[in-house]
C-alpha cells in the first residue's frame, strides 16, 4: 500500500529554521508533482507550495521567499525548507500527491 509519511516538525521560536521532508512509501514509480498543506487549529487546510515532477514551484504569497520545495525523486522524498519562521505559520504540514491518501502530518509550532 502506497503511503505518505511525513517527519521533520517541531517545536521552534520565531526566525528559526525547519526542513520538513514527506516520504512516499510502497511506490517504486517516479512520483508525480507534490502538493504541501497546513491547518492550524480552527482553521481550513491551506495549500502552501507545489514542486512539479520537473522541479518548478509555486507558493502561497504569505511564505514567498521564506520556504522552497525540493524533491530527489531517487528517494522518493520531497522536502519543504522553512526559515524564517513565524508564529502564523503554527499548524499542521501535510505533502500530497494525487491518488495517494493524506498522510498523518508533522506538527510545527512557531513560538517564543
Known amino acids: 500500500q502506497v503511503q505518505l509519511v511525513e517527519s521533520g516538525g517541531g517545536l521552534v521560536q520565531p526566525g528559526e529554521s525547519l526542513t520538513l521532508s514527506c516520504a512516499v512509501s510502497g511506490r517504486s514509480s517516479s512520483i508525480s508533482s507534490v502538493a504541501w498543506y497546513r491547518q492550524a487549529p480552527g482553521n481550513q487546510r491551506e495549500l502552501v507550495a507545489t514542486?512539479?515532477?520537473?522541479?518548478?514551484?509555486n507558493y502561497l504569497h504569505a511564505v514567498e521567499g521564506r520556504f522552497f520545495a525540493s524533491r530527489d525523486d531517487a528517494k522518493n522524498t520531497a522536502y519543504l525548507q522553512m526559515n524564517s519562521l513565524e508564529p502564523a505559520d503554527t499548524g499542521v504540514y501535510y505533502c500530497?500527491?494525487?491518488?495517494?491518501?493524506w498522510g498523518q502530518g508533522t506538527q510545527v509550532t512557531v513560538s517564543r
Open positions: 500530497k500527491l494525487l491518488g495517494i491518501p
Open positions: 514542486i512539479s515532477r520537473g522541479g518548478s514551484a
